[in-house]
């Protein structure tokens, strides 16, 4: 964290010196609240210039979703590597059709360029002092998820929003992913299929891979390794399973799914106890497995507890959140594969009147149901039950349950609706049109890295209010 606040503070310190003391000396006397660009170009009805920073994996999927984006256009790009700002810079050329500047240099970008937002896709150390620097300047930030690989640094990334009245959108896009709006407002809540939700069950498990490598022919040399913080080209590749720098596969991947547990159940946890280890991997810092347990105590008083598990040496069934409930059960995942209810057989007589376009009036009473739901009917698959030779089942089986799939589909890259929210509320100039807030992302970093602090413990962390307050 220290490192996160001096680089935050330096980096608002040349700030200040270069170019704005007087605009923000007269901010700083107004509680910080500077006029975002956004109202500038909303005033002005044009298009909004962008400015990426980081053009490695995710920058790549963040230009990808971005093509065909009305009213926003890349005109700044920046990567410490030289190999990624190139091609990435070159497919923003060919792809997006945007003329983008290449920097080397973040905070040489800020000053040169006349920006009104960034895209942050960068390794998590530098999330929040670049989120700082941005929002200072007036700029709104998408900002991937994690967050921060800190507390403290997610923490300051909630206050910088806070004093600046910016926009600033974290990368968790399921929130803005139509099948989860879908899952969450008409089958978890508005047509409440579940019944009581009693608990959950989400993975991400991922089979076992060598450290990422890189072309010999393009090494960055050991000067700008050092200025940056890395010992090699092996850990400027690997960043995420060093502390310094990520928080390893439970930030990494766990990240979107624990937060859906917080959008879904409305509420933060109670307590968490986890286990895990670096067990397989000799050469990282984090666990490379994390089991977890939270516990929710939800607004009607109910318990529900939710279990995660990310492995990195086994593949199987992928990722997914499944939620149960005494009614059914929803399994939902961002690859399509997962995207079905399970109907328990006990309640099956009252849901056919949901596949046969029947009023539903045995579920709810009628006029409550969000209509939507029934618009595209699907039959539902019913499994053949397994019977003994006398045609009976096993007393221990419960009868299976029939399913349908979710009628909702996405064709879009995964990230372009959470963008294309970003860039309506950069506009509007309104950070509460957000699908994720940063005290939301906030909330869901706390509870994602307290799974690293109770493995090092070994003790169960019971969450108070204070945790969640920046
Ligand atoms: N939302 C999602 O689905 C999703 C998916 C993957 C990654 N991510 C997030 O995106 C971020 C980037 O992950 P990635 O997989 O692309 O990592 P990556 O290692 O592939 O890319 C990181 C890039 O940042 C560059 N970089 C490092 N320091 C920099 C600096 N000071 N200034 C400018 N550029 C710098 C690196 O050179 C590299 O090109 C992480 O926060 C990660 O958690 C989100």
Not at 73 to 92: E, S
Not at 129 to 155: D, F, H
Request: proline content about 5%.
């Amino acid at each position: 964290m220290a490192a996160a606040q001096d680089a935050a503070g330096s980096g608002l310190g040349r700030f200040l010196n270069r170019r704005g003391f007087l605009r923000n000396s007269v901010a700083a006397g107004a509680g910080l609240m500077l006029t975002s660009k956004s109202a500038i170009a909303q005033q002005a009805g044009r298009t909004l210039k962008v400015g990426m920073v980081g053009c490695g994996a995710q920058g790549r999927a963040l230009q990808n979703a971005c093509v065909g984006l009305d009213g926003m256009q890349f005109t700044a790009v920046c990567d410490i590597w030289p190999h990624n700002l190139r091609q990435v810079h070159q497919r923003i050329e060919r792809i997006n059709r945007h003329d983008a500047t290449p920097y080397e240099d973040y905070e040489e970008m800020l000053d040169k360029e006349d920006l009104d937002a960034v895209l942050l896709p960068t390794p998590d150390h530098l999330h929040a002092p670049y989120t700082r620097m941005a929002l200072e300047k007036g700029l709104a930030v998408y900002c991937e998820k994690m967050m921060s690989n800190t507390i403290e640094g997610a923490r300051d990334m909630v206050k910088a929003q806070r004093e600046t009245g910016g926009i600033l959108q974290i990368g968790h896009q399921r929130r803005s992913n139509p099948r989860y709006l879908h899952a969450r407002d008409q089958v978890f809540y508005g047509n409440e299929l579940l019944g009581r939700v009693t608990h959950v069950n989400a993975q991400w498990n991922r089979a076992v891979a060598g450290m990422i490598g890189y072309p010999q022919n393009a090494v960055l040399d050991a000067a700008t390794l050092q200025k940056h913080g890395y010992e090699s080209m092996e850990q400027f590749m690997n960043w995420r399973w060093f502390k310094k720098f990520g928080g390893g596969p439970i930030s990494d991947l766990g990240a979107h799914q624990i937060d859906m547990f917080n959008w879904f159940f409305k509420t933060t946890p109670k307590s968490l106890i986890a286990s895990g280890g670096v067990d397989y991997y000799d050469s990282y810092e984090h666990n490379d497995n994390v089991m977890a347990i939270y516990e929710y105590e939800l607004a009607d008083g109910n318990i529900a507890r939710a279990y995660y598990q990310v492995l990195t040496t086994t593949s199987s069934q992928g990722f997914y959140e499944k939620f149960m409930g005494e009614d059914a059960a929803l399994v939902i995942s961002e690859s399509p594969g997962y995207n079905q209810v399970w109907r328990e057989a006990r309640v099956q007589e009252s849901w056919d009147h949901l596949t046969q376009g029947d009023s539903p009036t045995l579920l709810r009473p009628a006029g409550t149901i969000h209509h939507k739901f029934w618009q595209q009917p699907r039959p539902w698959t019913q499994p053949t039950p397994w019977l003994d030779t006398q045609g009976v089942i096993d007393v221990r089986e419960s009868e299976p349950p029939g399913h349908f799939e979710l009628p909702v589909s996405m064709n879009v890259p995964y990230h372009q609706p959470h963008l294309q929210n970003f860039f309506e509320a950069v506009r509007k100039n309104d950070p509460s049109s957000l699908n994720c807030t940063v005290q939301q992302a906030f909330e869901c970093c706390v509870i994602t890295l307290a799974c690293n602090e109770a493995i090092e413990t070994g003790r169960k962390i019971e969450f108070t209010k204070e945790d969640f307050t920046a």
